[in-house]
């Protein structure tokens, strides 16, 4: 076989099956790769297995299951106030992962420039960089990991073809605000500058915050793929679907793409969940169900040597500390080892390494889960 070169000659396995691989290894607590450890809703299986009995096992539209692409349509103008076009702006995608995948691979070409802000979800930067465009990084403030808008402007080159933005934010539970889209506004305004949105976090968000989407703003979605995950609002991470919303125009290129890669997505799921949709209440509670777990997992975490960094979104929250000088990795994988814990270290969301000494835990667990890995996590030295 002849010899090829590797397109990501940097990259090496995700930190998420890292971590889960060592919590197993282990017998450790997981708190590290971000998933639920209870049931999902026993409605939402019961209607999968309707939907199978039912005969819809065969493949569906390649955009998305149509009835599945209008309940989204809805729910957007009922969330947001704004009419989405389900033929022409939403195609359903195996998972937010892949979205944003496809959204990048539709646009960049070699030499583009895109702003990403670090810490940044581990594929990001691959996937900015397996299309032949460069990653301009820009650090958020820590601890408050806010947006740096004047670096961010400064940053504006003839070269920028996309702003990345995340809310609520992995790894740090952190939100835009208004002020922040306004700003997002200004710098995009007379340029082609293209934004990808990653909101899979867009109902688990805390202390009456309200999710900034960009489908609250027509003029921004214009130019802007917005990317969202079902795995994430319900529970069910394994599930790998989740749906990309943008311009009629845009949706056109991203669907070139997309169809040529995985084509449709899981039929009898998406005929459960363009059933489930209806069901308001179901994705209305989830920011107070889930911001009970990151409260009990604050308070129980005050008994430990660690600093929260509070999270007002997603399933995380980090936390630094200061009891040791170890590497944020070396603790990390300590803590699995020696405590029964795993956590993932911030770090690794940063291309150059940058260590705060801040750990990253996910919440959204039992409480008995939680108390256990707190009861770990007090036993420190
Ligand atoms: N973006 C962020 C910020 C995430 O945390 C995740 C992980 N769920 C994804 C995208 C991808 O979601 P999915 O599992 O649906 O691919
Ligand atoms: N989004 C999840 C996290 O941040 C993990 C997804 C994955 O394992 N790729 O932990």
Known sequence: MN???????????????????????????????GFPDFMMSEELTGLVSKAMNNGFNQYTHMNGFPLLRERIAEKVEKLYQTKINPEAQITVTPGGTYA???ALTTVLNKGDEVIVFEPAYDSYIPNIEINGAKAVRISLQFPDYSIPWNEVQQSITANTRMIMINTPHNPTGAVLTENDIEQLRKIVAGTNILILSDEVYEHLIFDNLQHQSILRYPDLLERSFVCFSFGKTYHCTGWKLGYCITSPELMKEFRKVHQFNCFSCDTPKQVALAEYLQNE???????????????????????????????????????????????????????????????????????NGEDNHVLRFCFAKKEETLLEAAERLQKIK
């Open 3 to 33: 010899s090829f070169q590797s397109k990501l000659p940097e990259v090496g396995t995700t930190i998420f099956t890292i971590m889960s691989s060592l919590a197993v290894e282990h017998n450790a607590i997981n708190l590290g790769q």
């Open 100 to 102: 944003i995948y496809t």
């Open 281 to 351: 209440e179901a994705y209305k509670t989830l920011g107070s169900f889930i911001q009970q777990k990151r409260d009990y997992f604050r308070k129980l975490m005050q008994a430990t040597p660690f600093t929260c960094i509070p999270s007002h979104g997603s399933y995380f929250e980090c936390y630094s500390y200061d009891f040791t000088n170890e590497a944020d990795k070396d603790l990390a994988i300590r803590l699995t080892k020696e405590y029964g814990v795993a956590s993932i270290p911030v770090s690794v969301f940063y291309k």
